[in-house]
């Protein structure tokens, strides 16, 4: 794969063989983040789809749309170089970085306190001290 | 060599509406209010991941601030669903022992 686009990039400038390693490098590495952010994307969905209780799919969802949309912000800051989209984009990363796992737990401890039994088998869940049922 | 990116992005851009349409399920069908919350939250991350993406593919940088803006609102809105189901109102304070006198007001009626 990589010696074909090698070949094609060289083809095009004919002939010399001055190759930009830093386009290359970059595009790859944007074409493997978004790649990599759109699996953890569709993997988070399929969980809050398919996992039978719902502490089970707030971790689908709260762990995978974290580093996916991270990841996924990671591949457009690649592509728009440095500018200030790229620092939009940071913005709009650090944001969902700090608001998502803190809704995820506003989410779960609000369950909790509402009396959602997680299933839990022989296990057994904890008690919130401090707080007045 | 990077012409090949604004399909990539457009590919990105489809699998995120995919992923979009397949969290309505959950959140027109889930069994409790907390499972539509999460599923609105996560709906909305998802809308931002795809004006960020969307913007790229069409070559105008303003989406991006829109995206800013549904990120902030998102979270706010979740937080204010939040606690509204738990104190059914939105103008009560959040210093303990206030929070605790008022939810056991709204429990005694």
Sequence with gaps: MIDLILASSTEVKSAAIHIDWLSLITTVASVVSIFAGLFFVLAGTLGVLRLPDFYTRLHAAGMTDTLGAELILLGLILQSGFSQMSLKLLIVGFFLFITSPTATHAVAHAAYKAGLKPKLGKYKAPEIDGDVK | ?109
């Excluded at chain 2, 996560?42 to 829109?66: A, E, H």
């Excluded at chain 2, 990120?71 to 929070?99: C, E, H, S, W």
Aim: charged share 15%.
């Design chain 2, 1 to 109: 060599m990077a012409q090949f990116l604004p399909y990539i992005n457009l590919a990105a851009a489809f699998f995120l509406i995919v992923s979009m349409a397949m969290m309505l399920g959950r959140l027109l069908g889930g069994p409790t209010l907390y499972d539509r919350l999460l599923a609105v939250n996560s709906f909305g991350t998802k809308t931002v991941l795809f004006l960020c993406v969307f913007c790229f593919v069409i070559d105008r940088p303003d989406g991006v601030d829109i995206a800013l803006l549904y990120a902030l609102m998102n979270f706010i809105a979740t937080i204010a669903v939040l606690k509204f189901f738990n104190y059914r109102a939105l103008g009560v304070p959040l210093i303990k022992d206030q929070t605790r006198n008022a939810r056991r007001k709204g429990v005694s009626k």
